[in-house]
Structures are given as structure tokens and as C-alpha cells.
């Protein structure tokens, strides 16, 4: 490691704030993106299986769809 | 090889290709992030005039790069799906866009921090800078143009002529810094000739970059998955899916 202690690492010589806050901005948006479409992927299967769920349960029940 | 093209076009078959590619790519993609982002922030020296502010190239010039490689793909994604019709070409296109926007907001924001303890300024109004908030309103064009129309394929083909019309964009990003006057400095990595940059920080750079290009690919396989499914939901193969998922 090119630092002596985690409080350098920190403060890099006065740099600190705005390398870290350039480095925690980065992570936060790239973790959006990676997450964002299994979250919709998931969504959209949780309604998928909703609406068949109701659809057996339902007063017409038709056993061959699904 | 025509059977290959044939495939592509089937989305059960690029749905499960996809998700092949996933299981082994966005694990390995976590790990090369992680150890490129410790590397830069923790184990490279200081650069000898910025000091320590220049770490942030490690994720300004990935993401720039990345950002720009990722409008061909979208450009040419376009083109595909104007000339061919392919449907699986107009997905990735759209799966493209709010990757390529959330990259080149990377790039502007790192660029914008790095700029004021090296430049003394957030932003200053020159070509790359423009050129590159150009390419931002570009790609959040492309999204909002396609949520804007009713009829998917109107929108399709709208996306696909402004992505196209917008490449005009891409050499004049490469080039502002040669053909104006500017704070931005030229590129250091060179194909031909010599690197301007010592490979003590060019290899954690390089990581880097390859990095990105793998967050890049993640992103799209998987947006391209969750719009698979969305235009297949009426298909057995989905509904099949989804009860396994209940399951």
C-alpha cells in the first residue's frame, strides 16, 4: 500500500474529499445500473406469476392455459 | 453460420445464452472492478506534479472510453435493426442507452471534481467537455424518445435514426482535443507509438478499462434479458418462467 495509515489514505495529502467523492459517486451509479434490470426482471416476474395465480383461482378456471 | 444469425434472433435461445454469459462474466467483472478500483485509490504513487488528485483517472478514463464504445454498439444496433428489422438488434439498442448515460455521467461528474483542484475550475465550456454533455443529452434522448412514442416500432426506428444522426458526435469528442484549444489534456495511450504514462499506473488503467467494458456488457445482457421477457410475456416459454419463479 503507498500509504502510511488508513487517516492518510483519507486525507491524500488535501486531495482526499475529492478523490473519494469522485471514487463514492462512480460506485453508487455503476451499483444502480447493475442492479436496476434484476430488479425489473424480478418485478415483472413476481406480476407474471400473480396474474397466473389468479387466473387458476379465478371462477372460470381454464386448465389448459398455464 | 446462417443458423448462428438464426439463433440470434430467437429470444428464448438469447435469453438462456445470456444468462450463461452472466453466471461466469458479472462475478468476474465484481472481482476485476474491485481489485482495479483498490489498486488505483491504494497502491499506485502519487503522480509527481498533481499529487494524489489524478487517482480519479482510474475511473474518468474508463468511464469516457466505455461511453463513447458503447454508442457504436448502440449506433450500430440501430443501423441493424433500421436495415434488417431484427428485433433482438432494436432491444440492444435500447438496453444500451441508459448505460451509455449513466457512464458519460460518470465521466462528466470525475472530470468535473477532477477539474477543480487541477484546473482551479468545476467546468469550463470547451470542445471535449461540450462534446461530451452532448453525448449525455444524446444517449437520454435515445430514452426518452422511446418512451415517448405509443407504437414500439415507430420508437424503434426513431432511436435508431437519432442514435445514427448522433455519431457525427463521436469524432469530434476524439478529436476536440487536437482541433481546439483546450484545458483537457490529449490522450496518453497510444496504439502507435509510445504511452505518455508510466506502466506503474498504466496497468491498473488498463485494468480498469476492462473493467468497465465488462460492467458494460453485464448491464446490457441483463437489461436485454428484463426486455426479453417483457415483449415475450404473452409466450409459453415466459409463462413457463414465471411459474417456475412462483415455484
Known sequence: MYFQSFNEALVMDGHGGYVWAAYAISLLVLSLILLAPRRRQQRFLRQMAGEQKRRQQGPTVNTEVN | ???????????????????????????????????????????????????????????????????LAGYYVMAIAGAVSLIWRMKMADIAMK????IGAALTFIA????????????????????????????????????????????????????????????????????????????????????TGDSTIDPSMLYPLLLMIGAFYAVFTCCLLMNMRAEILEREARTNWVKK???????
Open chain 2, 95 to 98: 438496453a444500451c442507452a441508459p
Open chain 2, 108 to 191: 462528466l461528474v470525475t472530470g468535473a471534481i477532477w477539474g477543480k483542484p487541477t484546473w482551479g475550475t468545476w467546468w469550463v465550456w470547451d470542445a471535449r467537455i461540450t462534446s461530451m454533455l452532448i453525448l449525455l443529452f444524446l444517449y437520454l434522448g435515445v430514452v426518452a424518445l422511446y418512451e415517448a412514442y405509443d407504437n414500439k416500432e415507430a420508437a424503434g426506428k426513431a432511436c435508431a435514426v437519432l442514435s445514427l444522426v448522433g455519431m457525427v458526435n463521436i469524432p469530434i469528442i476524439y478529436k476536440s482535443v487536437d482541433w481546439w484549444y483546450s484545458l483537457h489534456q490529449p490522450a496518453s495511450i497510444k496504439f
Open chain 2, 1 to 67: 453460420m446462417w443458423s448462428f444469425f438464426h439463433k440470434l434472433g430467437s429470444p428464448p435461445w438469447l435469453y438462456r445464452i445470456a444468462g450463461t454469459i452472466l453466471r461466469w462474466l458479472l462475478p468476474l467483472t465484481l472481482v476485476t472492478l474491485a481489485v482495479g478500483l483498490c489498486w488505483g485509490l491504494l497502491f499506485t504513487a502519487p503522480d509527481f506534479r498533481q499529487g494524489n488528485s489524478y487517482r480519479i483517472i482510474y475511473i474518468h478514463v474508463p468511464a469516457a472510453v466505455v461511453a
Open chain 2, 241 to 247: 418462467l414465471a411459474l417456475e419463479y412462483r415455484a
